[in-house]
């Protein structure tokens, strides 16, 4: 990972789960391979946890009010990460959220090892959707609903096939992020499938779970 730089974000504020970056710091820094602690930017506004991340000798950077607001977009939260620290264009990020504590390093790089051979500069990953997105409906007023996708098909086997994106690993060379959406995403962006069952943890009942 000579060419790849690691981007660890984390907010202070959880309103589904209070102080879940606390909780769940520890299981992606100890991951982190001792050679690699130098390469790993923690960029946050909470004090407590930047003291932590400096512990595991990563590099810190103290967020700004408007990157650390409920609507603050990652993809700007990465930018901020590149200008700070002066990362050039063909240098590749890979940013873990903390929201999945079960992940392991050698996931990590087996998924570089995928965006390194597709030649790829923007990845996300993927996994098996449990409702296909024809068989849902905004709700409306009145207890009724209206189709999100409007289609006419009635056999499930005629739905196209289907995914659900997942942040689990995300991949970008730095100078496309800016072609990005604030999903991390453009028509370029190359997947990897997730077989096994995924821990997002946003509520304190999710951590109870993997915890089990």
Known sequence: MKNAWIIIPARKNSKGFPDKNKHLFDYTAQQIPEHLCERTIFTSDDEELIECAKKYNFKVLKRSADLSSDNASMKFVIKDVIEKFNISDEQDLI??????????????EKIYDFYLKFNANSLLCKKNIVTHPYM???????????????????????YPECFEACHYVVITKSNILDQLDKNLYYKNTFFYFLENEIFDVDYSADFKKFKQ
Not at 148 to 158: A, G, T
């Open 95 to 108: 940013t873990l959220y903390l929201t999945y504590p079960q992940r392991k390093f050698y996931e990590i």
């Open 136 to 158: 849902c409906y905004y709700a409306l007023d009145g207890q009724k609903g209206s189709k999100v996708i409007e289609h006419k098909l009635y056999r499930r086997q005629e």
